[in-house]
């Protein structure tokens, strides 16, 4: 076998040994490790398959206790999965120690809002959060939420971030 070739076979068995949440050469790996908090969005009179957002002109709101972002969209007729309105914000804390990543995302599985609060060394989600989604300017949700946190068990590698996860299944926005 070639150098290259034992240096590649070294490396990948090297990869699989750091595990999840595992720290290798100085990087961390946030792959498969929850944190934060989920926030599924659904639909009853949805055409998707799980009932994401259906067809429409969208505004969101969220507020936390690091600060507030709001969007606007829109789902177009087809869109079965509601990537219309897919999007990442982020927001600075006046502490200048965390960030508030507030994200919303489609699949073909579900539609769901993730909030991370990101701390120097802590990954974990806001104290409490209000959500106001509109579509066609009617309120079609106003929901607050106050959740518990959880240590996610592959966290604190050396060198790496705690990790802490909303307890219990993600809440359901219904629309």
Do not use: N
Request: hydrophobic share 40%.
């Amino acid at each position: 076998m070639h150098a290259k070739s034992w240096a590649l076979v070294c490396g990948l068995a090297s990869l699989g040994s750091s595990g999840c949440g595992g720290s290798l050469a100085g990087f961390c790996s946030k792959d498969e490790v929850a944190s934060g908090l989920e926030l599924q969005v659904a639909d009853a009179m949805s055409t998707g398959r799980a009932g994401q957002p259906r067809a429409g002109a969208y505004d969101f709101h969220v507020t936390t206790e690091l600060g507030a972002v709001q969007w606007s969209c829109v789902i177009a007729a087809g869109d079965d999965t509601g990537s219309g309105c897919a999007s990442d914000h982020e927001v600075a804390a006046e502490d200048g120690e965390r960030r508030l990543l507030v994200s919303s995302v489609a699949s073909d599985e579900k539609f769901w809002i993730d909030l991370k609060v990101i701390a120097a060394a802590e990954w974990s989600g806001p104290d409490g959060v209000h959500i106001e989604i509109s579509r066609d300017g009617v309120v079609v949700a106003d929901e607050t939420y106050a959740p518990d946190y959880a240590l996610s068990p592959a966290s604190g590698a050396e060198g790496c971030p705690y990790y802490y996860a909303a307890k219990g299944e993600p809440p359901t926005i219904e629309l």
